[in-house]
């Protein structure tokens, strides 16, 4: 199988702010409530999931460097396109001036994994240059009379340019379902999001914990090789306790959801991103990437950064 590198990343914000005080004034809840249950502060709200999608994706190319002629496919995990069909992709392809295969993904919060996890895979049979993107909007669909869900989310996007390299940096990965707790979150046609937080959580830490166990276990590590923990950004409790039982501490663990709460298929790169511009990886370093969300779904992969 030929191999695959992280050569580019980029994130997208919307600009509107929308702090935990503002959410005092729209629902009976507080800014201390908010804090200590979920380490969250404020959130970005607004925007296209294509239109984050392709500033992010130009973001990722541009840093890499890639000639766009040269993209062979775009993977844009999402589980709020713009539209039931067709799929948001395709807008991202075309905006983006590319000449190639464009498709959406849909596994919810663990999205970018699975994304990334796919276009290593594409990388494999020849698709060498592979832009994923993670990007949603789970704002649009929140119920703002709900204290427990509308908290909880933000919009966002990020994207990393896959190219070919000598050997894969992709050592190890898990990807799993388990489509019987389908009815702990979810967003029916026409309706708001729903979800059972307390039971949503119990699930997340435990799968959060057995994927990188397998993941590493793939990639012949144990916690202890692991540079920087990169997972999906929904509550720092959830991180806290999946940091415990994993061995991994908080102070090697990628955290933005005190400014973004949980954008979905655009966290873990908008933590990758952030980490990266902090200067906490650095080349040859392993990176373990968590996801976990509807469906419920969770992945879990472990990369060596070598850009
Ligand atoms: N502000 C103030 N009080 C709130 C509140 C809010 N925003 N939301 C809920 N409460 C209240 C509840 O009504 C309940 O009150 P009661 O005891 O009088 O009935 C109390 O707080 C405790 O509620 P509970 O749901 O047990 O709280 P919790 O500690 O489980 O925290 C979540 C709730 C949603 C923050 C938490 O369960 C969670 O984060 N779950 C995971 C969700 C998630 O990550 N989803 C995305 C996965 S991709």
């Known amino acids: 199988m030929a191999g695959a590198r992280i050569t580019g990343w980029g994130t997208a914000l919307p600009e509107k702010i929308l702090t935990n005080v503002d959410l005092e004034s729209m629902m009976d809840t507080t800014d201390d409530w908010i804090r200590e249950r979920t ?10 999931t294509s239109t984050m999608a392709i500033e992010a994706g130009q973001k990722a190319i541009d840093r890499s460097g890639v000639d766009p002629a040269a993209i062979d496919l775009v993977l844009l995990a999402t589980s709020s396109a713009d539209q039931i069909m067709p799929a948001t992709a395709p807008t991202v392809q075309n905006e983006l001036g590319l000449n190639c295969g464009a498709f959406d993904l849909n596994a919810a919060c663990s999205g970018f994994v699975y994304g ?9 049979i020849g698709y060498e240059r592979v832009l994923v993107i993670g990007s949603d909007i789970l704002t649009s669909y929140l119920d703002w009379d709900d204290r427990g869900t509308a908290i909880l989310f933000g919009d966002g996007a990020g994207a990393v340019m896959l190219e070919p390299a000598k050997e894969t940096t992709l050592l190890g990965s898990d990807l799993g379902s388990d489509g019987a707790t389908r009815h702990l979150l979810y967003i029916d046609h026409g309706g708001k999001l729903q979800m059972k937080g307390r039971e949503v959580f119990r699930h997340a830490v ?25 997972p999906h950004q929904a509550n720092v409790r959830i991180l806290d306790s999946a940091c415990a039982k994993l061995g991994i501490p908080l102070e090697r663990t990628a955290v933005v959801l005190d400014k973004t709460g949980n954008t979905s298929a655009g966290s873990v790169p908008l933590a990758l991103v952030d980490a990266l511009e902090k200067g906490d990886i650095q080349p040859g370093d392993n990176i373990l990437f968590s996801g976990f969300g509807a469906g419920m779904t969770w992945g879990s992969a472990v990369v060596r950064w070598e850009p």
């Open 116 to 124: 990334l996890v796919n276009g290593y895979a594409m990388a494999g």
């Open 39 to 48: 380490g969250i502060t404020e959130r970005r709200v607004g925007g296209l």
């Open 206 to 230: 435990r799968a959060v914990v057995d994927s990188c166990n397998k993941a590493m276990a793939q990639a012949g590590l144990t916690a202890d090789d692991i540079a920087i923990f990169v």
